[in-house]
């Protein structure tokens, strides 16, 4: 059955926190396009508002949490992972959405990334990857791309940038995407299969952030740039960009360096949650007491 | 397949037990069912002893987890699921843990910290007892802010105190932080555990206030109390978490002096206002006593045994014993100091404690210092030099 969307108007209606807005976003920004997509994947699947909470760690992109509504809990820098794994894990009928910008989950908050990815938590994590600490103002972040300039690397960024997805994908993650905010239907359907994931879902999303990371003057050219260099990395993947299939991970990334944008599906595959496996743990854990009585 | 209960898991029974079993199976017989950890010497057996009982129980859930920063940031997560929920851990994890302890005391989030001390600063003598973290539990995170703070004297009673700071935690809405220290961690003692329906169990107010008036930080609106009613996420009150300033909807509020004020003093008011509830101490020889030696935690019982020795030879010495360290108790402090000519204050550290009886007897008597430190306990006869001394 086709279902046919919610308007534009009833969407808001639903699922935003009126009293609450406007946002503390700049004009521009693309947080509130995030927003969008997660809020049209979320109507689709039907998700009930109850059980939704929405997970936060610290920056701009973390302060969306508080314009849904639904539960929200915008935590300490990094940690927001971590905070959801606490509430997953003891109440699994939860949906968990985790908001995070690169700072917040690439430099102090990377490690918790990686240890829910291993653990296999089912929790969507959605990355507002602006490649720079808008909040702020605009210093240096683990995905700025070398060659840079950022208040903090006033003579240009000498270091490596992350490609998170292609981390998330090594560190073994069940689902990877990766979009910028001009790819609004691929992302509202990553989104969609990272909710109906069992594990760990990361989407990351290409975001433009005009006033404290002046790569383009304004958002209109950051879109111009999304589309004209985006190349899609999934062989498969049917959508509206280049389709250009790398041969490996090495021509990928030199393509990056060049500043082509890798978007598309890096990763869909099935292994065992951990919610699944605790529970079959605490089965043998039982048997074995009682054979010990 | 029928349900395996605390009772089965514990036997109740006498035991030799340590400190440390003590305080994990505390933590069960007050239904604590989410434990979230990483090893430090000399806690590492709590987070052991949860691990290998947790899961036997119905929605019981132990993880060891990458650091004692997602440890803490878990059970302030899973607390709201109406779990009671507890991490244990040593000096640097207790560093670790501070920044998150702040977002427990500025959500109001219920969660027991163990912190079973060692010598420091830094890594220090990891297996050496030393009570160096007593103004660090109360002041460890930024900001005003107020926290519970507990610390046992023995096996039997690391029991009873853990399940006390579960029923602290959830009544004020509050973390509460249980000191303990690698000696007593580590002693084994006789332990009597009791039946579960034996415990006295105080959960948290749940949200009695119907949604179209509930708000997340509102208080006084049912009950006079100054502490929120809480809600569980999964329910239809879609409350709102932030570590900001937040007003009584939980909105941002980042720029008001007064909801800042507002808030901020709530979280003292809740605690001070119910100061007897919350202190307690052990008194004894104190009817005569013109010298009061001021101990907690494992330092009181050589405290002790130099108060009684001082007695057989003929001092009018007295014997104080903070359990709740935090709030302090300032009245009943001056009250004493008023018939003190003397406190000696038995610490294992350089001076915290001391601090606190010297502002609070308020020149109305001398105040001695009583400090050891390298992960020796005092002896008996150290302090009654002190006790003897003029
Ligand atoms: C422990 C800690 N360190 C530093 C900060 C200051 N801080 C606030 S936001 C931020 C960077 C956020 O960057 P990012 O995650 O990329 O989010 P964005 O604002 O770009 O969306 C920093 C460093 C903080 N709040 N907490
Ligand atoms: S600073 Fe950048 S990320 Fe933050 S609100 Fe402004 S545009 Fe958006
Ligand atoms: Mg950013």
Not at chain 2, 57 to 80: H, K, P, R, T
Not at chain 2, 134 to 149: F, K, L, N, Q, S
Not at chain 2, 283 to 310: F, T, W
Request: hydrophobic share 35%; aromatic share 10%.
């Amino acid at each position: 059955m086709i279902k046919i969307a919610n308007s534009t108007k009833d969407l808001r209606e639903k699922y935003l926190r009126k009293d609450l807005l406007p946002t503390i976003f700049c004009p521009g920004c693309g947080n509130g396009q995030v927003l969008n997509y997660v809020i049209r994947a979320i109507d689709a699947l039907n998700i009930s508002q109850d059980n939704l909470v929405f997970v936060s760690g610290i920056g701009c992109s973390s302060r969306l949490p508080a314009y849904l509504e639904a539960y929200g809990v915008h935590t300490t820098h990094g940690r927001a992972i971590a905070y959801a794994t606490g509430i997953k894990l003891t109440n699994p009928e939860l949906t968990v959405i985790v908001f995070t910008g690169d700072g917040d989950i690439s430099a102090i908050g990377l490690n918790h990334f990686l240890q829910a990815i291993r653990r296999n938590i089912s929790i969507t994590v959605i990355c507002i990857n602006n490649e720079n600490y808008g909040m702020t103002g605009g210093q240096v972040s683990p995905t700025t791309p070398m060659g840079h300039f950022s208040t903090t690397t006033p003579y240009q960024n000498i270091e490596h940038s992350f490609n998170l997805s292609f981390l998330a994908k090594a560190a073994g993650a069940s689902y990877v995407a990766r979009w910028t905010t001009a790819h609004s239907l691929q992302a509202i359907k990553s989104i969609k299969k990272g909710l109906q994931k069992q594990g760990l879902a990361f989407i990351e999303m290409l975001s433009p952030c005009p006033v404290s990371k002046k790569t383009f003057k304004n958002t209109t050219e950051y879109l111009q740039y999304y589309l004209n260099e985006s190349i899609s990395y999934s062989p498969n993947q049917n959508n509206n960009t280049s389709a250009h299939v790398f041969k490996d991970l090495h021509e990928c990334f030199t393509a990056q360096y060049e500043g082509k944008i890798i978007v598309g599906e890096i990763i869909d595959k099935e292994k065992p949650n951990y919610h699944q496996l605790y529970e079959d743990l605490r089965v043998r854990a039982r048997n074995e007491f009682r054979k010990n009585k | 397949m029928s349900i395996i209960t605390v009772d089965e898991i514990l036997e109740p029974k006498l035991q030799f037990a340590t400190g440390n079993d003590a305080i994990a199976y505390g933590a069960l017989l007050a239904n604590c069912r989410f434990f979230a950890g990483y090893p430090i010497t000399p806690a590492t057996e709590i987070l052991e002893l949860m691990a290998r009982y947790l899961p036997l129980l119905d929605g019981g859930y132990c993880l060891q987890m990458e650091d004692e920063i997602a440890s803490m940031a878990a059970i302030i997560g899973a607390s709201w699921n109406n779990y009671r929920t507890m991490t244990a851990t040593s000096g640097p994890g207790f560093s670790l843990m501070q920044e998150n302890i702040g977002y427990a005391c500025m959500t109001e989030t219920p969660c027991v910290i163990v912190n079973v001390q060692r010598s420091g600063p830094s890594t220090g003598q990891p297996t050496k007892p030393a009570q160096g973290d007593v103004m660090e539990a109360r002041w460890g995170t930024h900001g005003d802010h107020y926290v519970i703070v507990l610390y046992p004297n023995s096996v039997q009673e690391s029991l009873w105190i853990t399940i006390r700071a579960f029923n602290l935690a959830d009544k004020y809405r509050v973390p509460v932080i249980l000191l303990s220290d690698a000696a007593l961690a580590h002693t084994r003692e006789k332990l009597t555990i009791p039946l579960q329906n034996n415990i006295d169990i105080i959960n948290r107010m749940p949200v009695t206030i119907e949604k179209s008036k509930y708000h997340p930080f509102r208080t006084g609106f049912i009950h006079p109390s100054k502490v929120p009613e809480m809600d569980i996420f999964g329910q239809k009150y879609h409350t709102y978490l932030t570590g900001l300033t937040h007003d009584w909807k939980a909105y941002p509020a980042t720029d008001s002096a007064k909801v800042h004020e507002q808030l901020v003093r709530r979280f003292y008011e809740k605690i001070v206002d119910n100061h007897s509830d919350i202190v307690s101490m052990e008194l004894k020889y104190m009817d005569d006593a013109d010298i009061v030696v001021v101990s907690y935690g494992i330092a009181s019982r050589p405290a002790l045994a130099a108060v009684e020795r001082a007695r057989a030879e003929g001092y009018k010495v007295g014997y104080l014993r903070l359990i709740t360290l935090w709030p302090f108790p300032h009245d009943e402090i001056y009250e004493i100091s008023l018939d003190t000519k003397k406190f000696v204050v038995v610490e294992m550290n350089l001076g915290q404690i001391y601090h606190k009886i010297v502002e609070h007897s308020r020149g109305n008597s001398e105040v001695i210092k009583c400090f050891k430190i390298g992960g020796e306990l005092h002896t008996p006869k150290e302090i009654l030099k002190k006790i003897k001394s003029r």
